[in-house]
């Protein structure tokens, strides 16, 4: 299959492109530069320069392509074109740049995405895309026949599966992976990584209240073989949980973090915790279990790779 990737040169992204060459098909990621490109090139795919920004460019790929996997997202404000920035910034009070950057990247998400189906419609060809388990329901364990809470943290963001629920309508064979709030592995820039900067810089390691709040977590590894599956065999409109444990303790991952920098590990009250953690103080306390037992059964898919903690306790997380 000629698979087109875009954020094919993301954490997650080039390790969906190395499991689908693997598995024997062809890819074709979009990258920014030719920088970024000659990675891509050296793992054995082809290259589409250009951004999610560039309609055009997506339209033309997608087209090419047999099926399409969307893992693209603004996560920095950097990586938005300049004008998007400006108005991000500048569009209103300081107070609300968060609300609007997000607004931006969800804007652009759904214009991705929409672009893409419509190179694939009338045609059987599968778009999957993802968005984070965090906007499940806090509190109990979530199924990925549960719908994502709209008024939750991360509602936001699952926006995106709303837009493929929207294309499945239209008949196109769409699947939304969820994914945790920490991907783990290799070069890992995301959740972890940033709470131990926080940690070696505030010289403790945190959690709030009793830190018994649950979080998800899959290596990249495990996570690229579900959209692998998901594109070579999912029904329209299938929703997927990529996670290997359903939750692990936050004190847990902050009693680790602190024995290997040698900090005390702390409690922290919700109003300590936004100035502890800064902006992932909105995420450090939820609980968000996450089952993934149908994923497994309907996509024949099980995690192999080392834990969480066990990988933090191994891995290059702690040099400095």
């Given at each position: 299959?000629r698979?087109?990737?875009t954020?094919?040169t993301?954490?997650?992204g080039?390790a969906?492109?190395?499991?689908l060459?693997s598995a024997?098909?062809?890819?074709?990621g979009l990258?920014?530069?030719?920088?970024?490109?000659?990675k891509l090139?050296?793992a054995?795919?082809?290259?589409?320069?250009?951004?999610?920004?560039?309609?055009?460019?997506?339209?033309?790929?997608a087209?090419?392509?047999?099926?399409?996997?969307?893992t693209?997202f603004y996560?920095?404000?950097s990586?938005?074109?300049l004008?998007?920035r400006?108005?991000?910034l500048?569009?209103g009070a300081?107070?609300?740049?968060?609300?609007?950057?997000?607004?931006?990247?969800v804007?652009?998400d759904?214009n991705t995405?929409?672009?893409i189906e419509q190179?694939?419609?009338?045609t059987d060809r599968p778009?999957?895309?993802s968005?984070?388990?965090?906007?499940?329901?806090s509190?109990r364990?979530a199924t990925?026949?549960?719908a994502h809470?709209?008024n939750?943290?991360g509602a936001l963001?699952?926006?995106t599966?709303?837009t493929l629920?929207?294309l499945?309508?239209?008949?196109?064979r769409?699947?939304?992976?969820?994914?945790?709030?920490i991907?783990?592995?290799?070069?890992?820039?995301?959740?972890?990584?940033?709470?131990?900067?926080i940690?070696?810089?505030?010289k403790?390691?945190g959690?709030?209240?009793d830190?018994?709040?649950r979080?998800p977590s899959v290596?990249?590894?495990?996570a690229?073989?579900?959209f692998?599956?998901?594109l070579e065999?999912g029904?329209?409109?299938g929703?997927?949980h990529?996670?290997?444990e359903?939750g692990?303790?936050?004190r847990?991952?902050?009693g680790?973090?602190g024995r290997?920098?040698?900090?005390p590990?702390?409690?922290k009250?919700p109003?300590e915790?936004?100035?502890?953690?800064s902006?992932l103080g909105l995420f450090?306390g939820?609980d968000?279990p996450?089952?993934?037992?149908?994923?497994?059964e309907?996509?024949?898919w099980h995690?192999?790779?080392?834990g969480?903690?066990?990988?933090?306790?191994?891995?290059?997380?702690?040099k400095?």
């Amino acid at each position: 299959m000629r698979v087109f990737v875009t954020g094919a040169t993301g954490f997650i992204g080039f390790a969906i492109v190395k499991e689908l060459i693997s598995a024997g098909h062809q890819v074709t990621g979009l990258a920014r530069s030719e920088a970024s490109g000659r990675k891509l090139t050296a793992a054995g795919a082809r290259v589409q320069l250009g951004s999610v920004e560039d309609l055009d460019c997506l339209r033309r790929a997608a087209a090419a392509a047999d099926g399409a996997i969307h893992t693209a997202f603004y996560h920095k404000i950097s990586h938005m074109p300049l004008g998007t920035r400006l108005r991000v910034l500048l569009g209103g009070a300081p107070g609300g740049i968060v609300r609007r950057f997000m607004a931006a990247a969800v804007a652009t998400d759904r214009n991705t995405l929409k672009t893409i189906e419509q190179a694939l419609s009338g045609t059987d060809r599968p778009l999957v895309a993802s968005f984070g388990t965090l906007a499940m329901k806090s509190g109990r364990l979530a199924t990925e026949d549960e719908a994502h809470d709209p008024n939750f943290m991360g509602a936001l963001r699952a926006k995106t599966e709303d837009t493929l629920q929207e294309l499945a309508a239209r008949g196109i064979r769409t699947s939304a992976i969820r994914l945790p709030p920490i991907v783990h592995g290799a070069g890992d820039q995301g959740f972890a990584p940033r709470l131990i900067q926080i940690a070696r810089k505030k010289k403790e390691s945190g959690y709030v209240a009793d830190g018994l709040n649950r979080w998800p977590s899959v290596h990249r590894f495990d996570a690229a073989r579900v959209f692998r599956l998901a594109l070579e065999n999912g029904p329209a409109g299938g929703t997927y949980h990529a996670v290997a444990e359903e939750g692990i303790p936050f004190r847990d991952i902050a009693g680790l973090i602190g024995r290997r920098l040698n900090v005390p590990v702390v409690s922290k009250s919700p109003s300590e915790a936004a100035k502890h953690f800064s902006f992932l103080g909105l995420f450090v306390g939820i609980d968000n279990p996450t089952s993934s037992r149908l994923t497994q059964e309907r996509l024949g898919w099980h995690p192999t790779q080392v834990g969480l903690l066990d990988d933090l306790d191994q891995a290059d997380y702690f040099k400095a």
